[in-house]
């Protein structure tokens, strides 16, 4: 079982619909959750950081967590062109690692 | 400009011939890591450090020698590369732990014959 999964995609949104990606993780005592976006060809970048149960809204970007059911989510509220990238949901199981999702690939299609 | 740097950002070399990737930070970070990038697999962690002189294996350190001298470089070594360490990676740091966020480097795409 990876450490952390998530649906490879690709995902294809309107522009202006709400894209949700999820996150599942396997090692319980994980307490920091990130989503980084990496558009094609560049470097992974912070979006979200999320470190409690529940949700966390910056801007359009809303994360989700729930420890009990061990899974984080992304939801991206009125999606625009420039949000197609590929999104990485990061577990950090202890204070020196950082164990990473194969991405989500997100198309928001105009 | 606050930034990491990696080079060379693109290298094809031959199998059994040593090289060197650089990276390089000057936000005075005490954490850097090193991770490649394949496809389906995602980021997997190589290698990192904790502070000069401090390193440790992270999931995918087969292959691999890190150092850490001075506390703005990590140069990730490659003493013998294999087909199989084709691949792009990445140098990343962070103020403190790897729960801070990470700065990554623009990545140095390897591609070994």
């Known amino acids: 079982q990876k450490e952390v999964e998530q649906n490879s995609g690709p995902l294809s949104v309107p522009e202006g619909a709400i894209a949700s990606l999820n996150c599942t993780y396997s090692d319980r005592v994980s307490q920091s959750f990130f989503w980084y976006r990496q558009y094609s060809g560049k470097s992974p970048e912070l979006i979200m950081s999320?470190?409690?149960?529940g949700d966390k809204e910056d801007g359009r970007f809303t994360a989700q967590l729930n420890k009990a059911s061990q899974y984080v989510s992304l939801l991206i509220r009125d999606s625009q062109p420039s949000d197609s990238a590929t999104y990485l949901c990061a577990v950090n199981p202890n204070d020196y690692k950082l164990s990473f999702g194969a991405g989500t690939t997100v198309t928001v299609r105009a | 400009e606050a930034q990491v740097t990696q080079n060379p950002r693109y290298l094809i070399t031959v199998t059994g011939k040593k090289l060197t990737v650089t990276c390089s930070q000057n936000?005075?970070?005490?954490?850097m890591s090193w991770y490649r990038q394949d496809p389906g697999l995602g980021l997997r962690q190589i290698y990192y450090?904790?502070?000069?002189?401090?390193?440790d294996k992270g999931d995918v350190p087969e292959g691999y020698k890190v150092s850490r001298k001075e506390k703005r470089n990590f140069p990730l070594i490659l003493e013998s590369p294999s087909p199989n360490q084709t691949s792009l990676y990445f140098c990343a740091s962070s103020p403190g732990l790897a729960r801070d966020e990470q700065f990554f480097g623009p990545g140095t795409r390897l591609t070994v014959l």
């Open positions: 999320i470190y409690s149960n």
């Open positions: 936000m005075n970070h005490e954490y």
């Open positions: 450090s904790m502070n000069v002189e401090v390193t």
